[in-house]
Nanobody, 116 residues
């Protein structure tokens, strides 16, 4: 299973970005999906999560969503601030066969830089 993030980049303060996380490989089902972020020297922190039935946890400026048919999650980020600058990572809990064990996967990360 591979998770590939995209959509990061440089944005001015107050701007918006949408990150995409696409899962591929042998997948029976994807349970929780989430976005985390990390800056150098600090631990990775949770940004948002979404279950396969659509229940979410997220900050007020960020919106997480997913398309189960496409095995894809999105993170819409609005009113971005310089302190949102970080590498953003996608996370997914995946079952590869019916009745099988759930495994945790991470993407490689995408850089988001908020600066004027």
């Amino acid at each position: 299973v591979q998770l590939v993030e995209s959509g990061g980049g440089l944005v001015q303060p107050g701007g918006s970005l949408t990150l995409t996380c696409a899962a591929s490989g042998i997948i029976f089902s994807i349970n929780d999906m989430g976005w985390y972020r990390q800056v150098p020297g600090k631990p990775r922190e949770l940004v948002a999560t979404i279950t396969n039935t659509g229940h979410t946890y997220m900050e007020g400026r960020f919106t997480i969503s997913r398309d189960n048919a496409k095995n894809t999650a999105y993170l819409q980020m609005n009113s971005l601030k310089p302190e949102d600058t970080a590498v953003y990572y996608c996370n997914a809990m995946v079952t590869v066969v019916r009745g099988g064990v759930e495994y945790e996967y991470w993407g490689q990360g995408t850089q988001v830089t908020v600066s004027s």
